[in-house]
Antibody, heavy 120, light 108 residues
Framework: QVQLQESGPGLVKPSETLSLTCVVSSGSMRNYYWSWIRQSPEKGLEWIGYIYHSGIANYSPSLRSRVTFSLDTSMNHFSLKLSSVTAADTAMYYC??????????????WGQGTPVAVSS | SYELTQPPSVSVAPGKTARIPCGGNNIGSRRVHWYQQKPGQAPVLVLYDNTDRPSGIPERFSGSNSGNTATLTISRVEAGDEAAYFCQVWDSSSDQPVFGGGTKLPVL
């Protein structure tokens, strides 16, 4: 059974960089779209981006200038860095596995989520 | 950019059938995926590619997709189905997923 587990600081100061990591237990990281998705009452589910097993990443246009993903397939984890955070970045952050059954991807496994608050 | 529209809430009595719509321009030409999210928990995939159920999802969950509306149908609703339900498609033109705003299903 695939499991994803996020870890992160919980509280970040405005203008600083948020760093989160997602550990994937069980299975290969190949051929999946490893994604970050956040959720807030104001914006609902908001896709941040994905990184493919090859290392190619695709980011949401609204966050592209501030976000960077990385992937370590040997250690089965991937990470997010979001710079210059503001209160608008306060949300529950989920990592998820994007899977394609031959068509366009869906998210078949999610982490439990890690809350992030941006406050001084 | 592509948008998906869901009603904020759909109520249903136990044992009855709930139908949760997801609207989008010509959504019938796309493959729609559905997620269930209970309070305090992460979303769980309940349907993918319009009608397919992941392992462990009851047959009571089914889907349809035609024209401008996709529908998640939950038959013989149980108290444990009380949750928010989100639809999702992948917009190939921008290579990114799109989520609906979610529908809360209170079981009255």
């Amino acid at each position: 059974q695939v499991q994803l587990q996020e870890s992160g600081p919980g509280l970040v100061k405005p203008s600083e960089t948020l760093s989160l990591t997602c550990v994937v237990s069980s299975g290969s990281m190949r051929n999946y779209y490893w994604s970050w998705i956040r959720q807030s009452p104001e914006k609902g589910l908001e896709w941040i981006g994905y990184i493919y097993h090859s290392g190619i990443a695709n980011y949401s246009p609204s966050l592209r200038s501030r976000v960077t993903f990385s992937l370590d397939t040997s250690m089965n984890h991937f990470s997010l860095k979001l710079s210059s955070v503001t209160a608008a970045d306060t949300a529950m952050y989920y990592c998820a596995r994007g899977h394609s059954s031959g068509f366009l991807p869906y998210f078949d496994y999610w982490g439990q989520g890690t809350p992030v608050a941006v406050s001084s | 950019s592509y948008e998906l529209t869901q009603p904020p809430s759909v109520s249903v009595a136990p044992g009855k059938t709930a139908r949760i719509p997801c609207g989008g321009n010509n959504i019938g030409s796309r493959r729609v995926h559905w997620y269930q999210q209970k309070p305090g928990q992460a979303p769980v995939l309940v349907l993918y590619d319009n009608t397919d159920r992941p392992s462990g999802i009851p047959e009571r969950f089914s889907g349809s997709n035609s024209g401008n509306t996709a529908t998640l149908t939950i038959s013989r609703v149980e108290a444990g189905d009380e949750a928010a339900y989100f639809c999702q498609v992948w917009d190939s033109s921008s290579d990114q997923p799109v989520f609906g705003g979610g529908t809360k299903l209170p079981v009255l």
